[in-house]
């Protein structure tokens, strides 16, 4: 996810410093065309995905012009159809540069389909679910032609909807909304108002302007030189995101976010007889989906006073003998399995519409085992171990780094640091699991496995579940 900066404190371009800025980047800096705009239409379509999820938002209309911005909108179309949208493109003034047609070329390479103006539909609300504003950058001067004086009058067509409550098409301004000008914005309050403003290397003085409810910045590539030549003040892109939104999100009513999952049918006939299996087999295909920490679960205790408490822990060990993990003896968790030595884990793996809910009797790992494992972790670890007094009170987080630089200090000759007596590994034994996989309408499929002796033997039993 991106993160965000408040739009007060971010620079803002003047048309002029817009285009010395791309002078610089594609003289001495040594940038091409075709590097930016292809960082660009990444940006784009990053920024789109972080709000508009194609679940719900899926057919996307890229109208785009002759120019640089028209270049970023059909990059940005490619992306977006490798993130799950289907792309359509409206591209009536075509470019006859190796550049532009090579753009074209790719996009037909993967079937996306090119519409002219006579096809589209004269109301897009019908059809599209997103229009992305390829028109004019920032460099475009002047009263917009045919056919684009008519495309803009039927973006302003949609805002006629908002009044009528009617769903409408987002639109999505890539870099400039087509029609404002570059540095003064929306003049006469009579052009389009997009939802969604990308903004590209850094906002342009009529970004100022904009009162849509997202405005993200794109473009991870000014280098330094640059930044500080224009006293640059823009937000940090997050991890290895693309883009990063400038201000404060709208507030969202909670009641109406829902997602309507779209999974492969998870039948009796198909599952493992064994749950372990069954699991192993759903814990492989989280790992192959490079999900971030599918080992995470939600550990569920309760003590003598019947209160639950959860936490998210990391699996460290599964078997035929069950679930393992490793913490303080003395923390909260421990204290209530001492009481009740019974917990529920809970695997959720978003990325495939999954989780995995197992119930068990719980019991310490052997101390040989938990010595292993304490031993094979990151000595920083195995100092933080001895540290932590998992769940008790301390004055500031200052008091443990000062023990952990003294500990570190004292084991820097690399010797052996020795498990603390308070921290081991508990099992899991299981004696319930349930699969779930999220469907569409809320008609989840649920598989419960529960043990039951047929003839001095234990075998798991499957039933299905009312979602």
Same mark, same amino acid.
């Given at each position: 996810?991106?993160?965000a900066?408040?739009?007060?404190?971010?620079?803002?371009l003047?048309?002029?410093?817009?285009?010395?800025?791309?002078?610089?980047l594609?003289?001495?800096?040594?940038?091409?065309?075709?590097?930016?705009?292809?960082?660009?239409?990444l940006?784009?379509? &990053? @920024?789109?995905?972080?709000?508009?999820?194609p @679940?719900e938002?899926?057919?996307?209309?890229?109208?785009?012009?002759?120019?640089?911005n028209?270049?970023?909108?059909l990059?940005?179309a490619r992306?977006?159809?490798?993130?799950?949208?289907?792309?359509?493109?409206?591209?009536?003034k075509?470019?006859q540069?190796? =550049?532009? &047609?090579?753009?074209?070329?790719?996009?037909? @390479?993967?079937?996306?389909?090119?519409?002219?103006?006579?096809?589209?539909?004269?109301?897009?609300?019908?059809?599209?679910?997103?229009?992305v504003?390829?028109?004019?950058?920032?460099?475009?001067?002047g009263t917009p032609?045919?056919?684009?004086?008519?495309?803009l009058?039927?973006?302003?067509?949609?805002?006629?909807?908002?009044?009528?409550?009617?769903?409408?098409p987002v639109?999505?301004?890539?870099?400039?909304p087509?029609?404002?000008?570059?540095?003064?914005?929306?003049?006469?309050?009579?052009? #389009?108002?997009?939802?969604?403003?990308?903004?590209? &290397?850094?906002?342009?003085l009529?970004?100022?302007?904009?009162?849509?409810?997202?405005?993200? =910045?794109?473009?991870r590539?000014?280098?330094?030189?640059?930044?500080?030549?224009y006293?640059?003040?823009?937000?940090?892109?997050p991890?290895t995101?693309?883009c990063?939104? #400038?201000?404060?999100?709208?507030?969202?009513?909670?009641?109406?976010?829902?997602?309507?999952?779209?999974?492969?049918?998870?039948?009796e006939?198909?599952v493992?007889s064994d749950?372990?299996?069954?699991?192993?087999?759903w814990?492989?295909d989280?790992?192959?989906?490079?999900l971030?920490?599918?080992?995470?679960?939600?550990?569920?205790?309760?003590?003598k006073?019947?209160?639950?408490?959860?936490r998210?822990?990391?699996?460290?060990?599964?078997?035929?003998?069950? /679930?393992?993990w490793?913490?303080?003896?003395?923390?909260?968790?421990?204290?209530?399995?001492?009481?009740?030595?019974h917990?529920?884990l809970?695997?959720?793996?978003?990325?495939?519409?999954?989780?995995v809910?197992?119930?068990?009797?719980?019991?310490?790992? $052997?101390?040989?085992?938990?010595?292993?494992?304490?031993?094979?972790?990151?000595?920083?670890?195995?100092?933080?171990?001895i540290?932590?007094?998992q769940? $008790?009170v301390?004055?500031?987080?200052?008091?443990?780094?000062?023990?952990y630089?003294e500990?570190?200090?004292? /084991?820097?000759?690399?010797?052996?640091?020795p498990k603390?007596?308070?921290?081991g590994?508990?099992r899991l034994?299981p004696?319930?699991?349930?699969?779930?996989?999220?469907?569409t309408?809320?008609?989840?499929?649920r598989?419960?496995?529960?043990?039951?002796?047929?003839?001095?033997?234990?075998?798991w039993?499957?039933n299905?579940?009312?979602?």
């Amino acid at each position: 996810m991106s993160s965000a900066q408040n739009s007060d404190s971010v620079s803002h371009l003047t048309q002029r410093e817009a285009a010395e800025i791309d002078e610089t980047l594609m003289g001495p800096l040594g940038f091409s065309v075709d590097q930016l705009m292809e960082l660009a239409g990444l940006s784009v379509a &990053t @920024s789109i995905a972080e709000v508009y999820k194609p @679940s719900e938002y899926d057919r996307v209309l890229a109208i785009c012009g002759p120019g640089n911005n028209g270049g970023d909108g059909l990059v940005a179309a490619r992306h977006l159809y490798h993130f799950g949208y289907k792309p359509f493109v409206c591209y009536p003034k075509r470019t006859q540069k190796p =550049l532009y &047609t090579g753009l074209v070329t790719q996009l037909e @390479s993967l079937s996306i389909p090119f519409l002219s103006v006579e096809d589209l539909p004269l109301d897009f609300s019908k059809d599209f679910d997103i229009i992305v504003d390829a028109m004019f950058g920032f460099s475009f001067h002047g009263t917009p032609r045919p056919p684009f004086d008519d495309l803009l009058k039927r973006l302003l067509c949609l805002h006629g909807y908002d009044q009528t409550r009617q769903k409408r098409p987002v639109i999505v301004s890539v870099d400039i909304p087509s029609g404002w000008h570059v540095e003064e914005g929306d003049i006469g309050d009579e052009g #389009i108002k997009p939802d969604m403003l990308v903004s590209l &290397t850094a906002p342009k003085l009529c970004a100022k302007k904009f009162s849509g409810p997202h405005h993200f =910045l794109g473009g991870r590539f000014v280098p330094p030189v640059i930044a500080d030549k224009y006293k640059l003040c823009v937000p940090p892109y997050p991890g290895t995101s693309m883009c990063v939104r #400038i201000g404060k999100a709208p507030s969202v009513d909670i009641s109406a976010l829902r997602e309507n999952y779209i999974s492969p049918e998870f039948l009796e006939e198909q599952v493992e007889s064994d749950p372990i299996n069954q699991f192993r087999k759903w814990f492989d295909d989280a790992i192959a989906a490079g999900l971030r920490e599918p080992n995470a679960m939600a550990l569920s205790t309760v003590g003598k006073d019947g209160k639950p408490s959860s936490r998210m822990v990391l699996l460290k060990g599964v078997d035929r003998d069950g /679930f393992v993990w490793y913490t303080n003896y003395e923390s909260r968790k421990a204290c209530e399995l001492c009481e009740n030595p019974h917990a529920s884990l809970l695997f959720y793996w978003d990325g495939l519409n999954r989780q995995v809910r197992v119930e068990g009797s719980v019991e310490k790992v $052997s101390d040989e085992e938990s010595e292993q494992y304490f031993h094979s972790r990151p000595r920083g670890s195995q100092i933080g171990a001895i540290v932590s007094k998992q769940s $008790s009170v301390i004055p500031g987080r200052h008091v443990v780094y000062q023990q952990y630089k003294e500990l570190e200090e004292k /084991f820097s000759d690399g010797s052996l640091i020795p498990k603390p007596e308070y921290w081991g590994g508990y099992r899991l034994k299981p004696e319930l699991f349930e699969f779930w996989q999220g469907q569409t309408s809320r008609l989840h499929d649920r598989l419960q496995y529960s043990p039951q002796e047929i003839n001095g033997k234990r075998v798991w039993k499957i039933n299905r579940l009312c979602p």
